[in-house]
Each structure stands twice: as structure tokens, then as C-alpha cells.
């Protein structure tokens, strides 16, 4: 098992930044390729960004390429979302999850966290 705990959500106004923690818990956290999701009021859950084991392969939905970066600390068991130049659109709950094995853009893993709420105001 693998507990994960997000925190760094919050109120932001657009065009600012937050930096989005996922603490990791249980199994050997580099064992473990790591996903950031989303989901907004009344859609369905989507992908954000991967990164695998060591963070030398990260991978982005369009819609944040350019503005939010993953990366990670193995040594802290902690994965990370920068989040820059926000817009309302960005405003949901985010999700981190680890997946046994390579990156993935699907919803394939294996565990998931409870999720921080980001609202973007305009």
C-alpha cells in the first residue's frame, strides 16, 4: 500500500502561482511513477502531468504545457505541481497518484490521494 497526502491548494487570483505537495507513505516511493489529475465541478476527472521514477521523463496535458511543472524528491517521498500564470479555468480538485511501472497520461494508477482544492478567482 501507498499513502499519499496532498497539500498547497487554495484561493489565488489569476495569473498567480501555487506549488501543490504530494507526500507519500508505505512501498518505496521511487518504485513508483507519479501522476498529478483534476477534476472541476460537474466534469469528469482528467489527467495533468507524470513523471516517472527518477523524474528524468515528465509528460503534460496541453491545456497547462508551459505553465506547471512536476517534479520530485525521492528522498523526501514527495512529488511537486509548480503552477504558474493560473486562469479560473485551472480551478478544481487535484488529485496526485502513483503508478507501478512507466509513466502514464490515463487514470491506470494504482493509488490516489484525497485531493486539495485550487479556486482560480478572475
Known amino acids: 500500500q501507498v499513502q499519499l497526502v496532498e497539500s498547497g491548494g487554495g484561493l489565488v487570483q489569476a495569473g498567480g502561482s501555487l506549488r501543490l505537495s504530494c507526500a507519500a507513505s508505505?512501498?518505496?516511493?521511487?518504485?513508483?511513477?507519479m501522476g498529478w489529475f483534476r477534476q472541476a465541478p460537474g466534469k469528469e476527472r482528467e489527467f495533468v502531468a507524470t513523471?516517472?521514477?527518477?523524474?528524468?521523463?515528465?509528460g503534460y496535458t496541453g491545456s497547462v504545457e508551459g505553465r506547471f511543472t512536476i517534479s520530485r524528491d525521492n528522498a523526501k517521498n514527495t512529488v511537486y505541481l509548480q503552477m504558474n500564470q493560473l486562469k479560473p479555468e485551472d480551478t478544481a480538485v487535484y488529485y496526485c497518484?502513483?503508478?507501478?511501472?512507466?509513466?502514464?497520461?490515463?487514470?491506470?494508477?494504482?493509488?490516489w490521494g484525497q485531493g486539495t482544492q485550487v479556486t482560480v478567482s478572475s
Open positions: 497518484a502513483a503508478r507501478r511501472g512507466g509513466i502514464s497520461f490515463r487514470s491506470d494508477y494504482n493509488y
Open positions: 508505505g512501498r518505496t516511493f521511487s518504485n513508483y511513477a
Open positions: 513523471i516517472n521514477w527518477d523524474g528524468g521523463a515528465t
